[in-house]
T-cell receptor, first 113, second 113 residues
C-alpha cells in the first residue's frame, strides 16, 4: 500500500538530547512537509521540501533541522535548541502540483522528560 | 503573511443538526483551499478542496464548502450531522505561488447521539 510512514510513533527523550524523527513515503511525491500539532494551535509548518536536496524553513523552524537526500525520505531532527519540543509531529507529502493536496502520516509523539 | 482563521474552536451538536464551520484566510492572490478532518486516533485526511471553477465544492461524507472570494471565506457545511462526524476539522490554504500550506487552529466537533 502506498503511503507515508513515520517512526517512531512515540518517543521520549531527556532535555539536552537531539532526536531524529523518520518520515518515508512511497507515493513518488516530490514535495514533503513537517508540521507540529499542539492543542488549540492547529498545525504549524516547520520545514518543507519541494525537491531533493532542497528545503525551506516554515513558520517555526528554530530548533529543528531537516535533510532531503532521497526523494522518499525527509527526516526531522529536533535539537536541544528547541525550547518546547514536546508535541505531536506530522509528516506530509504532495505531488508538488500547486493544486495538489497533502497526504499525512500517522504522526510521532515526542515527549521530553 | 498568509494566515487562516477558524473562529469556532469547539462545537457541540445533536445528531441531525446542521453544521457550518467558519474559515477565513488572508491572502490577496490566487489560493487553493482545503478542509481536512482528523477522526479520533486516525491520521488527517482530505474532506474536500477548491482550486478553481464552481465555488461550491462537494466532498466526502456529505460535506460541502463554498468559496466566497469577496469575503475571503471557505466555510464548511453539512445539512445533517451524524455521531460519526465527531472529529477535529482543519481549514488550510495554499497559494499558487508557493508550496506552503497554512492551516487554521482547528475546530473540535462533538456530535451527541
Amino acid at each position: 500500500d502506498g503511503g507515508i510512514t513515520q517512526s517512531p510513533k512515540y518517543l521520549f527523550r531527556k532535555e539536552g538530547q537531539n532526536v531524529t524523527l523518520s518520515c518515508e513515503q512511497n507515493l513518488n511525491h516530490d514535495a514533503m512537509y513537517w508540521y507540529r500539532q499542539d492543542p488549540g494551535q492547529g498545525l504549524r509548518l516547520i520545514y518543507y521540501s519541494q525537491i531533493v536536496n532542497d528545503f525551506q524553513k516554515g513558520d517555526i523552524a528554530e530548533g529543528y533541522s531537516v535533510s532531503r537526500e532521497k526523494k522518499e525520505s525527509f527526516p526531522l531532527t529536533v535539537t536541544s535548541a528547541q525550547k518546547n519540543p514536546t508535541a505531536f509531529y506530522l509528516c506530509a507529502s504532495s505531488t508538488g502540483a500547486l493544486t495538489g493536496e497533502l497526504f499525512f502520516g500517522e504522526g510521532s509523539r515526542l515527549t521530553v522528560l | 503573511a498568509q494566515s487562516v482563521s477558524q473562529h469556532n474552536h469547539h462545537v457541540i451538536l445533536s445528531e441531525a443538526a446542521s453544521l457550518e464551520l467558519g474559515c477565513n484566510y488572508s491572502y490577496g492572490g490566487t489560493v487553493n483551499l482545503f478542509w481536512y478532518v482528523q477522526y479520533p486516533g486516525q491520521h488527517l485526511q482530505l474532506l474536500l478542496k477548491y482550486f478553481s471553477g464552481d465555488p461550491l465544492v462537494k466532498g466526502i461524507k456529505g460535506f460541502e464548502a463554498e468559496f466566497i472570494k469577496s469575503k475571503f471565506s471557505f466555510n464548511l457545511r453539512k445539512p445533517s450531522v451524524q455521531w460519526s462526524d465527531t472529529a477535529e476539522y482543519f481549514c488550510a490554504v495554499s497559494n499558487s505561488g508557493t508550496y506552503k500550506y497554512i492551516f487554521g487552529t482547528g475546530t473540535r466537533l462533538k456530535v451527541l447521539a
